[in-house]
């Protein structure tokens, strides 16, 4: 069960009015903070509030264990989120957040308390798709090894001793969420899903993102973006107007 706290630690709520119309939800990936999304504060109408979720062990609250268990994760978001859903809201999860949103939807749903208007994965494989092998736990140069392979974080930093020393209980708690997940099967959920992917992405390609379409009961749709697993970044600008779009048609009149 779901229980009620206060706790603004949890989210940066930027963009739109203070009493916006819709909340949009943003989910980090593996090793992000709520700063992933900062220029999305300014991208979108006013009727549209962006609440990014700031998890532990990161920016703010770097001083707190990270979460090594979705579960974990989902349990307490669950209680954090209540406050906020006053009004219509969406999810945008990349990667890990893309999971970690689906999962808290699922989660809201059980505990009756209503479902996103709108979920939207980015680069996220769907829950069924296991990653075998597990890396969280490899040693650290081949840990690191596998970070360089996402394309996720420049070199100078790989290659920083004092920098990788601070980054990688994040990095091994974020990637231990992602691959010691249980696969339940649930019903779809009845709200849409729009899933990004990036024409490159070796990880979570384009047929994979196509199977998150058994995961809703009603409409489905996949949107190719230029760029590898880490096209959030590198083209964020094609990116955020199809977002944009996806928000603007859940304000529209029925």
Same mark, same amino acid.
């Given at each position: 069960?779901?229980?009620?706290?206060?706790?603004?630690?949890?989210?940066?709520?930027?963009?739109?009015?203070? =009493?916006? +119309?819709? $909340? *949009?939800?943003?989910?980090?990936?593996?090793?992000? /903070?709520? !700063?992933?999304? %900062?220029?999305? #504060?300014?991208?979108?109408?006013?009727?549209?509030?962006?609440?990014?979720?700031?998890?532990?062990?990161?920016?703010?609250?770097?001083?707190?264990?990270?979460?090594?268990?979705?579960?974990?994760?989902?349990?307490?978001?669950?209680?954090?989120?209540?406050?906020?859903?006053?009004?219509?809201?969406?999810?945008?999860?990349?990667?890990?957040?893309?999971?970690?949103?689906? =999962?808290? +939807?699922? $989660? *809201?749903?059980?505990?009756?308390?209503?479902?996103? /208007?709108? !979920?939207?994965? %980015?680069?996220? #494989?769907?829950?069924?798709?296991?990653?075998?092998?597990?890396?969280?736990?490899?040693?650290?140069?081949?840990?690191?090894?596998?970070?360089?392979?996402?394309?996720?974080?420049?070199?100078?930093?790989?290659?920083?001793?004092?920098?990788?020393?601070?980054?990688?209980?994040?990095?091994?708690?974020?990637?231990?969420?992602?691959?010691?997940?249980?696969?339940?099967?649930?019903?779809?959920?009845?709200?849409?899903?729009?899933?990004?992917?990036?024409?490159?992405?070796?990880?979570?390609? %384009?047929?994979?993102?196509?199977?998150?379409?058994?995961?809703?009961?009603?409409?489905?749709?996949?949107?190719?973006?230029?760029?590898?697993?880490?096209?959030?970044?590198?083209?964020?600008?094609?990116?955020?107007?199809?977002?944009?779009?996806?928000?603007?048609?859940?304000?529209?009149?029925?």
């Amino acid at each position: 069960m779901c229980h009620l706290s206060h706790s603004a630690r949890w989210f940066e709520h930027a963009g739109g009015r203070t =009493e916006p +119309a819709l $909340r *949009l939800f943003t989910f980090p990936y593996a090793g992000g /903070s709520c !700063l992933a999304y %900062s220029h999305w #504060r300014g991208a979108f109408p006013e009727q549209v509030g962006v609440s990014a979720v700031q998890l532990p062990g990161r920016g703010s609250r770097i001083s707190e264990e990270p979460f090594c268990r979705l579960d974990a994760v989902v349990d307490a978001l669950c209680g954090e989120i209540l406050p906020y859903l006053d009004r219509p809201f969406a999810f945008f999860g990349h990667s890990m957040g893309g999971l970690i949103a689906y =999962e808290l +939807a699922c $989660r *809201l749903r059980q505990e009756r308390l209503g479902e996103p /208007s709108l !979920l939207m994965v %980015s680069g996220t #494989r769907p829950p069924h798709l296991r990653w075998s092998p597990a890396t969280y736990d490899l040693p650290d140069d081949e840990f690191i090894e596998t970070l360089r392979q996402l394309n996720g974080m420049p070199d100078e930093i790989l290659c920083n001793p004092d920098a990788m020393e601070l980054l990688l209980p994040v990095l091994r708690a974020d990637f231990e969420v992602c691959q010691t997940r249980e696969c339940v099967e649930r019903p779809p959920l009845h709200c849409p899903i729009v899933a990004f992917c990036g024409d490159a992405d070796e990880h979570a390609g %384009s047929s994979t993102l196509q199977q998150w379409r058994r995961y809703t009961g009603t409409r489905f749709e996949l949107h190719l973006i230029p760029g590898d697993h880490f096209f959030i970044r590198s083209h964020e600008l094609d990116l955020l107007p199809l977002v944009r779009e996806h928000l603007m048609s859940l304000l529209q009149p029925a």
